[in-house]
């Protein structure tokens, strides 16, 4: 199904992101190992045991920008570059899947996201609202 601007748009940025943080990352020296963490925020998954609203909001928290950037601040904040280099590799792991088209959950199906939405069984593109007047 084709994408619409919005959801390119949104693509392109993830991949800027992803770009930036990758940079950063071997810009401040943070040690080759710690990469482990890049699959970590997908454990979030294992909140949807307890049902769609509690599994999207978990998987949300661990899949938005504003947990890592907040990581990051204190790591600045505290000169503690670990928690830094953490925040880079988990910012990366958003926008890498931002890039791959997954998005943050509705709680009306893991499939919905803000990227996509789940109708009849397919996984359908969001459409833009080009030419619905206010």
Not at 39 to 54: N, Q, W
Not at 113 to 125: A, D, E, F, Y
């Amino acid at each position: 199904m084709r994408q619409d601007s919005t959801t390119t748009l949104l693509r392109l940025e993830a991949a800027g992101v992803f770009a930036l943080t990758l940079t950063a990352y071997l810009m401040t020296g943070g040690p080759s190992w710690l990469w482990f963490l890049v699959l970590l925020p997908d454990l979030s998954f294992l909140a949807y045991l307890a049902g769609s609203r509690t599994g999207a909001a978990g998987y949300n928290f661990a899949h938005s920008y504003l947990t890592p950037m907040l990581l990051g601040l204190v790591g600045v904040l505290t000169h503690h570059p670990f928690l830094l280099s953490a925040a880079l590799i988990w910012a990366a792991h958003i926008a890498a899947d931002r890039v791959l088209g997954y998005g943050l959950k509705r709680t009306s199906g893991f499939g919905d996201t803000h990227l996509s939405q789940k109708q009849s069984g397919k996984t359908m593109k969001v459409q833009s609202l080009q030419g619905v007047q206010a």
